[in-house]
């Protein structure tokens, strides 16, 4: 079992920056690979970003690509999202979430592959 808690969203300007954290409770954190979705009203939950157990393998959205960078520190048992030049498309939820299962190398890019997620973190760009 992983408890998952984001933190970091907020209001930010179009251009500017937002770090996301996602800490996790539970001993099996640094054996899954770990995520983030985002849900923007009246559309459906996209994914964003991803990265292996290892944090050696990550896989992102084509809109995230060189925007945003997603990392983990297992000692800490923490995944982060550092998103950058956001514009107000990027305004969502912002879900993290760990997959269901072990030591999987390919880097799970679809929500039905994983088993824990957090409540969600606002994120609001304005033009």
């Known amino acids: 079992q992983i408890e998952l808690v984001e933190s970091g969203g907020g209001l930010v300007q179009a251009g500017g920056s937002l770090k996301l954290s996602c800490s996790a409770s539970?001993?099996?954190?640094?054996?899954?690979?770990v995520g983030w979705f985002r849900q923007a009203p009246g559309k459906e939950r996209e994914f964003v970003a991803a990265?292996?157990?290892?944090?050696?393998?990550?896989d992102y959205a084509a809109y995230a690509q060189g925007r945003f960078t997603i990392s983990r520190d297992n000692a800490e048992s923490t995944m982060f999202l550092q998103m950058n030049s956001l514009k107000p498309e990027d305004t969502a939820v912002y879900y993290c979430?760990?997959?269901?299962?072990?030591?999987?190398?390919?880097?799970?890019?679809?929500?039905?592959?994983?088993?824990?997620w957090g409540q969600g973190t606002q994120v609001t760009v304005s033009p």
């Open positions: 990265i292996n157990w290892s944090g050696r393998n990550q």
């Open positions: 979430a760990a997959d269901r299962r072990a030591f999987r190398e390919v880097v799970p890019t679809t929500p039905a592959l994983f088993a824990y």
């Open positions: 539970g001993r099996t954190f640094g054996s899954v690979a």
